[in-house]
């Protein structure tokens, strides 16, 4: 037997949640051979579902696959797949495998109905110092301890551009715990992205290793999303180019979370809005990345300071929660609840 006609035995994934996903290397089947899998795996394709995910264009970008190819691959993949139509009971079903991760304060918990949320994108954003960085930490630790609704708990990657995560801060979570430090920090990877091109490079190597151990990451934290964006376009002259790129990588974030089913949380920063003192808004700063981040993020979370170590999270934008308010700690342990 040649070496690219191996004979698959497993169909597809299945996690203990049920989760299913199609290898990319069922193609084989259908006439792709091993090599142009593997260029689609380069590039962070490495599912059945990842395929009908990309555009055809796309496709035809990915080095060595000619348009012919591109056209026989996304043929194969329609005979693995079904068309999309879900019935509304059969969707529900699949819902069911969603999870939730606790933030570390149930006050908080309670705004967000439950935690943060997998299969979506949660972005919180605020000033500095109102524990964005604080609270990516404390969900590197909670992520992975079992949780509500039979959550069995995980691994995670943690993308950094602002040079901000401590381990140090994983030892001091765990403690609170009482969960081993190198277990911990064993189950979290870590990359520091240097260019807005780099955090996108990292993101097939995300959906490389989702792939590789399926069903075992539940997370994806990337802080901050638009730091790097910020740095690397600038001026009014660069910014269609800059939201551009930005969506691109919304949109593999999104792709990636319903794929795999897993929870992407995105820090962001704010800045002074210059249209606010002709409208007298009250809160004259917002979050940057415009309308293309804003209709990325399945849940938004305005985060600012209270008294001490007191923060108050607010919904800005959430498909089923109501625009309600909850205060947290920052303590030693990450992220707590108030004390009264
Ligand atoms: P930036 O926009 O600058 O990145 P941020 O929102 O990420 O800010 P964090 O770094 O998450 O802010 O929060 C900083 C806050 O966390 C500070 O007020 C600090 O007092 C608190 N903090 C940091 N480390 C600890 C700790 N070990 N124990 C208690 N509080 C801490
Ligand atoms: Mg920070």
Redesign the pocket.
């Known amino acids: 037997m040649k070496e690219d006609q191996v004979v698959l035995e497993e169909p597809g994934f299945q996690d203990e949640e049920g989760f299913l996903f199609q290898d990319i290397d069922l193609l084989q089947k259908h006439g792709i051979n091993v090599a142009d899998i593997k260029k689609l795996k380069s590039v962070g394709i490495c599912t059945i579902k990842g395929i009908q995910m990309t555009t055809r264009r796309a496709l035809c970008n990915v080095k060595g696959l000619s348009e012919a190819k591109v056209d026989k691959i996304k043929e194969a993949a329609n005979k693995l797949i079904e068309p999309g139509f879900l019935t509304a009971f059969e969707y529900s079903e699949k819902r069911k495998m969603v999870f939730h991760i606790t933030t570390g304060s149930q006050e908080f918990d309670k705004l967000l109905g439950g935690g943060i949320e997998s299969m979506a994108i949660t972005e ?1 954003f ?12 404390t969900l590197c630790v909670t992520a992975q301890l079992p949780g509500a609704g039979g959550y069995s708990g995980g691994k995670i990657i943690f993308i950094d551009t ?1 040079n ?1 995560f ?1 381990p140090d ?1 994983l030892r ?1 979570i765990a403690d609170r715990f009482n969960v081993d430090h190198d277990a911990v920090l064993d189950n979290v990877l870590y990359a520091r992205a240097y260019t807005s091109e780099h955090q996108m490079e990292l993101l097939d190597y995300v959906a490389a290793k989702f792939h590789e151990e399926a069903g075992i990451f539940k997370l994806l934290i990337i ?2 999303i638009m730091a790097l964006f910020r740095v690397d376009f600038s001026g009014r002259g660069e910014l269609a180019e800059r939201q551009q790129k930005l969506a691109q990588m919304l949109s593999r974030l999104q792709k990636i979370s319903e794929e795999y089913n897993v929870a992407v949380f995105v ?1 962001n ?2 800045t002074a809005d210059p249209g606010a003192t002709m409208t007298f808004q009250a809160d004259p700063k917002k979050p940057i990345g415009g309308h293309i981040l804003a209709h990325a993020s399945t849940t938004r979370i305005s ?1 600012r ?1 209270g008294r001490g ?1 007191l ?1 108050i999270a607010k919904i800005y934008d959430s498909p089923e929660m109501p625009e309600n308010e909850a205060t947290f700690a ?5 992220i707590g609840d108030a004390k009264e």
């Open positions: 919180a605020g000033e500095f110092r109102t524990g964005k960085t604080q609270l990516s930490h602002e901000t401590r801060r001091d802080d901050s820090t920063q704010m985060l300071k170590e923060r920052i303590t030693a342990g990450g």
